[in-house]
């Protein structure tokens, strides 16, 4: 079943496929999350797609771990990548949290918002090198 937003439970219900998530994304963010998705799985990663959008996990020592969520504009929130800090710090560590986090603000610098929970948005409008550089960010965890 598609995702959609069921009033009752004042949220999303269902599940996103590929077809719903790009057709809600702004094209420069759809280009990107695909290039994204991809570099992901080609390096091993999976993907878990979820009612709200898709979720990037990895094996890392041997445990499959959520290491973010790419989400297009919903609810007033636009295309983004979402980090919780908290459950990632307890999934790999302070230190590789930490890490990930400053490549992060390095490479997209004003679009990297929030402390605990870290919203990258809009990727799709930051330069190619940037865009490349977040990539390559979260390919560092796997």
Excluded: H
């Amino acid at each position: 079943m598609a995702s959609f937003y069921d009033k009752k439970k004042k949220c999303r219900v269902g599940t996103m496929d590929e077809a719903q998530f790009y057709a809600e994304c702004d094209a420069a963010n759809g280009a990107y999350f695909r290039r994204l998705l991809a570099a992901w799985e080609k390096a091993g990663g999976t993907l878990k797609w979820g009612a709200g959008g898709v979720g990037l996990r990895g094996t890392i020592k041997g445990k499959e771990v959520g290491i973010c969520f790419v989400a297009p504009a919903f609810a007033g929130k636009k295309d983004r990548i979402e980090l919780g800090c908290a459950a990632l710090t307890k999934q790999i560590g302070e230190s590789n949290c930490e890490s990930l986090t400053k490549l992060l603000r390095k490479a997209a610098g004003d679009s990297v918002a929030g402390a605990s929970m870290i919203s990258l948005i809009q990727p799709g409008d930051l330069p190619k090198s940037a865009q490349e550089a977040v990539t390559k960010a979260f390919l560092t965890m796997l």
